[in-house]
């Protein structure tokens, strides 16, 4: 038979492959809450649209804090027009990051500037080196971490403010480990990554932690379902179209219908 | 199939016109073909709502050909790239989240509309003489388009996809004696990777035009036995009858219209309803996710697998389930079709559902702790119905009065 429950005694197991290089390898020892408190989001629901200048500040949060550790290698650089960057905004962009070349005549690995149809550099060459350098656990690549993670937005944003600096009284101290509410086992080897006034806006909303984990838990939804501002629009256009149809068809097919319950459907000739 | 000197009425009185049209008729009447099969085609006059599914599963086929035609001209079948290749498909190739959307709702909503078609099938009695080549072609589709779920749930290499594959081909491998050969002619080597996907690749696309050929022939027995319907009585008298268009061409349309709805609120507002989120990791032969399971669609075999304490014996359930479907015109001998007409049967048919349902919980618990209890019982009254309850209740059931002729049959459902 197969046996593959194993591990679901974990409360948070669906969570647990999301986590699994954040948490530490110590053994959970406080139940950790499974359902993070629901925040109102721009895009939640079946019609909700991305907030485009949240999306901007978050990119902004992800690209001076999150990227020096994390990778979002699915996505390129000319996916970020879809937070409303310009074509021009992107090649600078892009241009000012170095990315892997050809190998040049002698064999030698090169190195040239980004172009938009490249995809975001990972921080590290490889996850074996990622885990090398960051304490034997790799940072997770971000491109579908608010998908996989169950609770995605709720949890991203409720794991970025749930720090607790120094760790309350009685919880476990393990050296180069952080507590979180909402980290497997309360422990994880990421430190705090937001802080107030780490960053700055371009837009002048002042940059507090909070207003951070917002604007990059909206960000990284983004990243995980880039599409879905039009997906909810064309959505509604289908609908509406189908709405339509759907009249004119039962019109027709009570028409039709009528007929044939009045006179004898195999004389009609069509 | 019908040759020009031998035309029936049909054909004479169908405009013929001279010009292309004519020449072609004369040589390949496929207008008079037309007219005859899809036109003038007598259908029982009392259909209910439930006969638009073949239909839709004609309309839901196309669309997984279309969409799927375009999604393999973008993806790779390699154990490294195939995962990053559907991302691109989702993310940078034009308009993909939409072809990749309509693929998967497609898939989703393809196996739940063979379930409701299989399951008028089974309330009305539409197995019974003359229909059984139309049953088992239908049975055939349904192992067909089962297998072809399966394969293109492996396409994406997500952690789903490969820890289900590593599930089933080791089930695969419980089969005594043959088993490890043909685990390995499944995987092709001694590990999920390359060869694996590439084969599954190619057998995704192969057996989805398979398919198409196996319809064929099951559209092809329904239109020489004619449709069964809710009475289970056949027409007698041409005022049991109605032509196919415009009276159920009208009737698919709205059918289909409404069908088109939940695929479009299911593909464009609720997606997550049809997602595994664990399948949007990279497989990793490293990291077993914390919970394998299926697919919504094979939840009730996947109870069954679970539920027997042996793993061959949890492989022959599953299997055994789909296979005495295949003897259900031999094992249901009541001359009577239509639950309708049936004391015992019809509330036996409600219970067999409702096993249907409780096995596909089980399956989601994996059969732990009570849900191991509900596993077996829904096993046990689920084949006990086509074996037990069916052929006992041939025999002493009192069917209810049939109607004399369609026509005056009363009501709809």
Known sequence: ???????????????????????????????????????????????????????????????????????????????????????????????????????????????????????????????????????????????????????????????????????????????????????????????????????????????????????????????????????????????????????????????IWKRGTTQNAQDTDD | MKQPELRDEASTDAASPGGPAGWIEHRLPVFSAFRKEYVVFPMPRNLNWLWNFGAILVVVLLLMLATGTFLAMNYTPTSAEAFFSVEAIDRQLSGGWLLRGMHMTGANLFLAALYIHLFRGLYYGSYKAPREILWLSGLVLLVMVMATAFAGYILPWGQMSYWGADVITKAVGAVPVIGGTLEHVLTGSDHLGDIFLHRFFVLHFLMAFLVVAVVGLHVACVHVTKSNNPVGVEPKTPKDTLPFHPYYTSKDLIGLIVFAMVFSALLFFWPGLLTEPDNYAPADPLHTPANIEPEWYFLPFYGLLQSVPSKFGGLLAAAGSLLVLFGLPWLDRSPVRSARFRPICRPALLGLVISFVLLALVGKHHATGAWMLVGRLSALYYFGYFLVILPLASRFEKPRPLPTSLASAKGDA
């Open chain 1, 1 to 255: 038979m197969v046996r593959l429950s194993r591990a679901r005694t974990a409360a948070f197991s669906a969570a647990l492959l999301a986590s699994l290089p954040l948490v530490a390898h110590a053994a959970p020892t406080a139940p950790t809450p499974s359902v993070p408190p629901h925040q109102k989001w721009s895009f939640d629901g079946p019609l909700g649209q991305f907030d485009q200048k949240s999306l901007q500040r978050g990119f902004v949060v992800f690209n001076e804090i999150c990227s020096s550790c994390h990778g979002m290698r699915s996505v390129t650089y000319n996916d970020l027009s879809g937070i409303g960057l310009s074509p021009q905004a992107i090649r600078d962009f892009a241009h000012a990051k170095q990315v892997p070349g050809p190998l040049d005549a002698a064999g030698h690995p090169t190195m040239r500037p980004g172009l938009p149809d490249d995809h975001l550099r990972s921080p590290f060459p490889s996850e074996a080196a990622a885990a090398a350098m960051m304490g034997g656990v790799a940072p997770p690549d971000q491109s579908r971490l608010a998908a996989i993670q169950p609770h995605g937005a709720d949890w991203l944003y409720a794991f970025l403010t749930g720090y607790h600096m120094p760790p309350p009284p009685g919880a476990p101290v393990v050296p180069g480990k952080f507590y979180n509410d909402w980290a497997d086992g309360h422990l994880v080897g990421m430190p705090p990554p937001l802080m107030d006034d780490a960053v700055e806006f371009p837009d002048g909303t002042p940059a507090t932690a909070k207003q951070q984990a917002r604007d990059v838990t909206t960000f990284l939804v983004w990243a995980s379902d880039p599409h879905r501002n039009d997906r909810h629009r064309t959505g509604l256009y289908v609908f509406a179209y189908l709405s339509g149809l759907l009249v004119l068809a039962i019109a027709w097919k009570r028409k």
